[in-house]
């Protein structure tokens, strides 16, 4: 199996190829690590998270919580386990369907820790002390954890176990995923052919964004003023007090010309990302309308797709899915992590 994975690795575009005879099927792999810190935002859910949901399926995918990437940085204890289960409930209620992904703990999976191990002893200092992330980290806080210098081996180690074909990150993640390539690459020459090569996958991000008060900017989770930004689990009067006080400009067209009216062409997004109407159509429907019509329209579209998500995430956090998909997805990456790290051990010789 291995070897035709290696066949047919130039192969653009395919997801699934059918061997007939033996009718076998072989999948990329495509592995996301998410931490379990911060708030999920609307730009989030439009930007990567209902992205996601349409492409399930067609990947052989693994998504875990980076939980102990989490604590390279100090973490209130309370809060940590919280958001862990909070943000497994959140993707499931998104859409994220457990049935198509291997969902698990990375602290769950001992091996981790273990094969980081055995890859930092296989990796230079310089290398790990020229990451962009580590030193813009280390110079915020002079007394920096070892684990923030040694944070991307851990990172190659949860991509390499897994034989993983794509990383999708952000550009920010590129660097660390280049290094576990490299760290793939030297192992593989020393000890044998070990570790598929990973490939990072530069996320697009759909439809940007932008924070609802100042639409020249990004909607981000650690933006100073909340105001312009929606949480998924914000309540309806918030959500709706957001988006009815949002930027707008003095004119009273709805028309999309972000240059020009960047607070209506963000609540034209919104509105296409969520209704499925081109912007075309959107600007059709509302041309006799005023701004603050517009609005409540945008609030209840928002408040529509929000206050499902929200019922779902409630039952999933109080039912016992969560248990029975982390347990499984728990068992599922302990069986083959476990054999990469005995074949890691005997090509070492770390072993009686
Ligand atoms: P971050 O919250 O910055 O860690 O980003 C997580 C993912 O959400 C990345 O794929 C981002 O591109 C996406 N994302 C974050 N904020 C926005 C936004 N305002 N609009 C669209 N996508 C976003
Ligand atoms: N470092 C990533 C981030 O902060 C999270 C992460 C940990 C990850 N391990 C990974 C992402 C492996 C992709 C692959 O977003």
């Not at 590129?174 to 990973?198: C, M, S, T, W």
Request: some cysteine.
């Amino acid at each position: 199996m291995k070897g035709l994975k290696k066949i047919f690795k130039n192969i653009e575009n395919y997801c699934i190829i059918d061997l007939c005879e033996g009718m076998c099927f072989i999948m990329k792999k495509v592995l996301t690590g998410l931490q379990p810190t911060g708030v999920i935002t609307l730009g989030n859910y439009i930007g990567a998270i209902k992205q996601m949901v349409d492409m399930q399926g067609k990947y052989d995918s693994f998504l875990f919580i980076a939980d102990m990437h989490a604590i390279t940085v100090p973490q209130d204890s309370i809060e940590l386990s919280k958001n862990i289960r909070s943000l497994i409930a959140l993707y499931i209620a998104c859409g994220i369907d457990p049935e198509k992904h291997t969902i698990f703990l990375q602290s769950e999976n001992i091996y981790h820790a273990n094969i980081s191990w055995m890859l930092e002893c296989n990796t230079y200092y310089g290398e790990v002390s020229r990451m962009t992330q580590f030193k813009d980290k280390s110079k915020k806080n002079a007394n920096f954890s070892v684990g923030l210098l040694t944070y991307p081996v851990l990172m190659a180690a949860d991509i390499l176990i897994y034989d993983i074909d794509y990383v999708p990150v952000g550009v920010d993640q590129k660097q660390h995923v280049e290094l576990a390539r490299d760290i793939a690459i030297r192992f593989n020459k020393k000890y044998g052919d070990i570790f598929n090569v990973p490939d990072a996958l530069i996320t697009k991000s759909g439809t940007k964004i932008m924070d609802l008060q100042d639409p020249l900017h990004k909607m981000s989770k650690s933006s100073d003023n909340q105001k312009g930004v929606i949480r998924l689990l914000d309540d309806e009067k918030t959500i709706r007090k957001k988006i009815m006080s949002a930027t707008t400009d003095s004119e009273m067209s709805i028309v999309f010309d972000p240059e020009n009216k960047p607070g209506i062409s963000n609540l034209i997004n919104i509105y296409s990302s969520l209704s499925g109407l081109s912007l075309a159509e959107i600007e059709n429907k509302f041309k006799e309308s005023n701004y603050g019509t517009f609005k409540k329209e945008v609030a209840d579209l928002v408040v529509g797709e929000l206050s499902i998500i929200q019922k779902k995430y409630y039952e999933i956090l109080n039912s016992d899915l969560l248990d029975k998909v982390l347990d499984d997805g728990r068992n599922k990456t302990l069986a083959i992590a476990k054999e990469k790290y005995e074949l890691m051990k005997n090509k070492i010789g770390i072993h009686r």
